[in-house]
Antibody, heavy 117, light 112 residues
Framework: EVQLVESGGGLVQPGGSLRLSCAAS????????MHWVRQAPGEGLVWVSR????????SHADSVKGRFTISRDNTKKTLHLQMSSLRVEDTAVYYC??????????WGQGTLVTVSS | DVVMTQSPLSLPVTLGQPASISCRSS???????????LSWFQQRPGQSPRRLIY???SRGSGVPDRFSGSGSGTDFTLKISRVEAEDVGLYYC?????????FGQGTKVEVK
């Protein structure tokens, strides 16, 4: 059974940093593109970042470029999102997701990041 | 970025009756490999999104056959043949043809 379990969310002040993690199991993690998608309270889904199977290719949404960094550790089957210079508008539930057929397939349960003073 | 526009944004439904959601993209979603990367997601209250449909009309694993997708180019539709109580929630279309991926604003399906 495929499982994606996010962790690392919490309350952080504007300008602060946070590192999210996503532990994967039940599939060959290293062969899949992985993504972060976020959802602000009461809002829709927004794609944030992606990384290829061996970690050599990444991209980020313009809204987080230069502040967020996606990475992965295939030996530990874990995806990460390093977030810095956080803004109030980054407040959201952050989901990790695996990709098949050029779309998110399996999703984690999400981790809430709240940026507030 | 490609803008995805869903309608209606709110859809009151009667259990056992059909329902339909439209999704329109600001650019064609047909890719040069012959595929069209349009997906549909369901998000039940308090849950994570779940993929229902990929590449316009292919149902995901375990997705009931009352869900179907159709369309081409810039116009797409998700249909529920007979709405059940467990279908209540938000539905999103998403395009994967152009970077960055973009989602529709969501359609809230609720029982009348």
């Amino acid at each position: 059974e495929v499982q994606l379990v996010e962790s690392g969310g919490g309350l952080v002040q504007p300008g602060g940093s946070l590192r999210l993690s996503c532990a994967a199991s039940g599939f060959t993690f290293s062969t899949y593109w992985m993504h972060w998608v976020r959802q602000a309270p009461g809002e829709g889904l927004v794609w944030v970042s992606r990384i290829n199977g061996d970690g050599s290719s990444t991209s980020h949404a313009d809204s987080v470029k230069g502040r967020f960094t996606i990475s992965r550790d295939n030996t530990k089957k874990t995806l990460h999102l390093q977030m810095s210079s956080l803004r109030v508008e980054d407040t959201a539930v952050y989901y990790c997701a695996s990709e098949t057929h050029w779309a998110p397939d399996y999703w984690g349960q999400g981790t809430l990041v709240t940026v507030s003073s | 970025d490609v803008v995805m526009t869903q309608s209606p944004l709110s859809l009151p439904v009667t259990l056992g009756q059909p329902a339909s959601i439209s999704c329109r993209s600001s650019q064609s979603l047909a890719y040069r490999d012959g595929n069209t990367y349009l997906s549909w997601f369901q998000q039940r209250p308090g849950q994570s999104p779940r993929r229902l449909i990929y590449e316009v009309s292919s149902r995901g694993s375990g997705v009931p056959d009352r869900f179907s997708g159709s369309g081409s180019g810039t116009d797409f539709t998700l249909k529920i043949s007979r709405v059940e109580a467990e279908d209540v929630g938000l539905y999103y279309c998403m395009q994967g043809t152009h970077w960055p991926w973009t989602f529709g604003q969501g359609t809230k399906v609720e029982v009348k």
